[in-house]
């Protein structure tokens, strides 16, 4: 793949993200859309959601998907289906979004956090065997930045009775040995915020699985536990999508590969640029091992001086983020967990040097040479 030739010396801005862009190639559908809900004038579940939950569950390869009101809403109905609560362990990395965590906190029971590999920063598995008790009931696998976890692996270490739940919040669209992500595990949690692959205008969410009695139960529950109307058979939550997030949704569903594919023609980019620049031992870039199809959600180097090097790509225009600067067992309303701070070095390894590039499907290539030309002012 062949860059283009620009020159690198002159200021350019090269946002994080651009939402609009992508907005103005699909304006006019999604302006159609929201007005044939606003005609509508249902605006709460209905036709609109019933028909994203069917074209997404057809996308993804799963039967049963179940549309909610955000990713982390999905994660923790995802725990109360299961019957996961006061009492119960359940093992999550470190390293990731706040949800991961606290939606187990939520439903009462006891996030156990474990380190991460180096080189996926995803649940290593030996540690995760370690950490299995008597009262682990699930492990939360994070698809961390588009790249699918070791599910298999996980799974043979769970064993029978803890099931395995996909935290693929930023994993639409990815692969795990052939297999979608989504139907992987025994239930699986997607965000549609809107700075994800397939973002709404607002917050929304999905769960999917494999298991017709588990979806009803995830029904049952997202709509305060009510069937029929005002007849509650247990206590759920108010989980429910809105049909406008759920008609712009479904605008963008069809486009969803290629702008996956888009996402992985800039990564390769990157790599190629990286590598003719004399800095592909010099950073860490992103790991796609065998039988895992990354689809870049991020596009996360490490770097040494981190901050600083965030600091100098402000100043010439790139726009880039931490994700994430403080794992779990740092942040304070975890501390009564008693994790000791020094059990998890290659957590706080990559919170020290992790550092997210503009990866978005309307990157162009002298934007993107653009970056890697100022990172290389840094790289010494």
Not at 27 to 35: F, G, H, Q
Not at 249 to 257: D, M, T
Request: proline share 6%.
């Amino acid at each position: 793949m062949r860059a283009p030739q620009v020159h690198t010396d002159e200021q350019m801005q090269v946002p994080l993200l651009d939402l609009r862009l992508q907005y103005a190639s699909i304006r006019e559908d999604i302006l159609s859309a929201v007005t044939r809900v606003c005609d509508s004038q249902q605006f709460i579940m209905g036709p609109e959601v019933e028909r994203l939950e069917s074209e997404v569950a057809a996308a993804i390869g799963v039967p049963h998907a179940i549309a909610v009101s955000s990713g982390t809403d999905a994660l923790i109905v995802a725990l109360m289906a299961l019957g996961i609560g006061d009492g119960d362990q359940v093992i999550t990395p470190t390293f990731s979004f706040f949800a991961t965590a606290g939606s187990v906190a939520r439903v009462g029971a006891r996030p156990v956090f474990v380190d991460i590999d180096p080189e996926t920063l995803m649940l290593d598995v030996d540690r995760v065997r370690a950490a299995i008790t008597p009262r682990t009931r699930a492990i939360v696998p994070v698809h961390l930045y588009g790249l699918c976890a070791d599910v298999d692996a996980l799974k043979a270490v769970a064993g029978p009775g803890v099931h395995v739940i996909e935290d693929a919040a930023q994993a639409i669209g990815a692969t795990y040995h052939g297999r979608p992500s989504g139907t992987l595990g025994t239930i699986g949690c997607f965000s549609f915020f809107p700075t994800k692959n397939l973002g709404g205008f607002g917050d929304g969410g999905l769960v999917t699985t494999t298991d017709a009695s588990l979806a009803d139960h995830v029904r049952l529950l997202r709509n305060h536990g009510a069937h029929p109307k005002y007849v509650h058979r247990e206590i759920g939550g108010n989980f429910r999508l809105d049909a406008l997030q759920a008609a712009v949704l479904r605008v963008k569903l069809p486009y969803l590969s290629e702008w996956n594919s888009k996402r992985r023609a800039n990564a390769a980019r990157y790599r190629e640029l990286f590598a003719k620049a004399g800095l592909a031992g010099r950073i860490g870039l992103p790991v796609e091992p065998p039988r895992r199809t990354h689809v870049y959600h991020q596009f996360v180097i490490r770097v040494p001086d981190r901050d600083a090097m965030r600091a100098h790509l402000a100043t010439r225009g790139v726009g880039t983020e931490v994700y994430y600067p403080v794992p779990f067992h740092r942040q304070q309303c975890f501390a009564n967990l008693g994790h000791a701070l020094d059990a998890f070095p290659n957590a706080d390894a990559a919170a020290s040097d992790v550092l997210a590039l503009p990866i978005y499907p309307e990157l162009t290539p002298e934007q993107q040479q653009y970056v890697v030309a100022r990172i290389a002012e840094r790289v010494t």
